[in-house]
């Protein structure tokens, strides 16, 4: 079966970095998105991978390994607006995406 | 009026109630969906239009019933619900099915009682 896990909740301190993993399992790839889901609003576009490597987008970045099915978030210099849930999906062979739970980030001051 | 734009927000309905949400894309996409989200849970894929025409339905009971009339707009018919039907229905667009970056709406949130 497709399957995307990561962790379920983190905790970061303002000012910090965190890095928040996302493991894929999917018939076929044809890449992996990360969005931002603030409390109560819509997910929003963070980043899309499909060739390993890291990309970087001001204070957050996202990484790809196609060959360990592994992706990850990295968020720099942590504000408290980053609180949010981060949603990664994997996109499968016909082109459907495959979403993870997500994980709540919670920045303490 | 830009982007993606859902309505209602909420709805509060009773199972026997029939209701409608609404969906409009001013992005000038041409592929449609639809998403239930429930606390801790993966978003489940509900239905996709691309050009109006339904290219998927991932087993979604008949209670819930799309309908596409232009690139445009999206309803989602809803009669007969259970309590375990409440949750946030999100609707997202694209600029097409194989092109994946989805744009969301605020979503409803719905209450089943």
């Known amino acids: 079966g497709q399957n995307i896990d990561q962790p379920t909740e983190m905790t970061a301190t303002e000012g910090a970095i965190v890095q928040i993993n996302c493991t894929y399992q999917?018939?076929?790839?044809?890449?992996l998105f990360w969005y931002q889901q603030h409390a109560g609003e819509a997910p929003t576009f963070l980043s899309y991978n499909v060739l390993d490597g890291l990309e970087e987008k001001g204070r957050f970045s996202s990484f790809l390994s196609r060959s360990k099915g592994y992706s990850y978030l990295l968020l720099k210099e942590l504000q408290m607006k980053d609180s949010a849930s981060y949603l990664c999906?994997?996109?499968?062979?016909?082109?459907?995406?495959?979403w993870g739970a997500g994980t709540k980030l919670i920045i303490k001051p | 009026e830009t982007g993606v734009t859902q309505t209602p927000r909420h709805l509060v309905m009773g199972m026997t109630n029939k209701k409608s949400l609404k969906c409009e894309q001013h992005l000038g996409h041409n592929a449609m969906y639809w998403y239930k989200q429930s606390a801790k849970k993966p978003l489940e894929l509900m239905f996709v239009?691309?050009?109006?025409?339904?290219?998927e339905n991932n087993s979604v009971p008949s209670r819930f019933s799309p309908e596409c009339p232009n690139s445009s707009h999206l309803f989602l018919h809803l009669h007969t619900l259970q309590p375990e039907d409440s949750a946030l229905y999100l609707c997202a667009s694209s600029q097409k099915r194989e092109y994946n970056e989805q744009f969301f709406g605020p979503g409803t949130r719905l209450t089943v009682l």
């Open positions: 239009y691309s050009l109006e025409e339904r290219v």
């Open positions: 999906a994997a996109v499968d062979s016909n082109y459907q995406l495959i």
């Open positions: 999917t018939s076929g790839f044809n890449g």
